[in-house]
């Protein structure tokens, strides 16, 4: 069972395989159709495609977030309608080093099934190695998701308010925006206060891949200090590069952060709640 990462070469012998599930996940916010364009183009032979807006997210309310998680029901059904079940592997990818991806590994994941990876390097990389593509739309046969919601993997918005004090808070964006000088997104520019910054770019190598375990541990022990790692909540603009950083962190063998899914675009939304900007204050 792979649960965190997979390499191309590990992937490629199973490719044809009905109990592999591959899901590509490339997406661009600002062209929010190019990713699945790009997908009956050129991607993985076999891969199906979950769109981030329609297959990742649940509806808006304008208060909730960007990119507000779906309820288990209907993950579920998106999952069964991808062909999972207890049995299948699934290996999601995109075109921006896991950023994507880590959203499905995390949503799996979160509803039990730990046979979940995303492919180190992504479609990058894939093509690096000279292994196949296929072009056109694939499927695959429906199966039966049974959901185990792990409902201590996330923290909703007023669970943090009561209790921010409590967490260590990790923002995923990068340093521009944490500092609050530009906000290409969200109608208000900032953090959460007492956050701390790790950009999902701090763990990843030069290739788009993770680095290795050890770098990616001292990188978020430097953050964590003395807290224990049950105190993150880890989260971005609106809830998906924050798994990033929460696949980063498994990967160095630091379990049990959570993700603050409806993030800054959910937390900004409310004009009542506090924001920090300028630079990094001191833990």
Known sequence: MF?????????????????????????????????????????????????????????????????PMPSVEVMAERFSRFGIDDEVQVVAYDTSQGQIAARLWWMLRYLGHDAAAVLDGGLKLWKAEGLPLATGR???????????????????VDALERERSNHLLVDARAPERFRGEVEPFDPVKG???????????????ADGRFLAPSELRARFQSILGSSPVGSVVSYCGSGVTACHNLLAMDVADLRGARLYPGSWSE????????????????A
């Open 3 to 67: 649960s965190n990462l997979i390499q191309p070469s590990e992937l490629a012998p199973h490719l044809g395989d009905s109990q592999w599930a591959i899901v590509d996940c490339r997406f661009y916010l600002v062209e929010p159709s190019k990713g699945e364009a790009e997908h009956e183009v050129e991607h993985l032979p076999g891969a199906i495609y979950a769109h981030l807006d329609r297959d990742l997210s649940g509806p808006r309310t304008g208060m909730n977030g960007r990119h």
């Open 138 to 156: 694939e499927s695959r046969a429906p199966r039966k998701f049974t959901a185990r919601p792990r409902e201590s993997m996330r923290v909703d």
């Open 191 to 205: 953090r959460i206060p007492g956050a701390r910054n790790h950009p999902t770019a701090a763990s990843l190598a």
């Open 267 to 282: 937390w900004c939304a409310d004009e009542r709640r506090p924001i920090e900007r300028g630079e990094e204050q001191s």
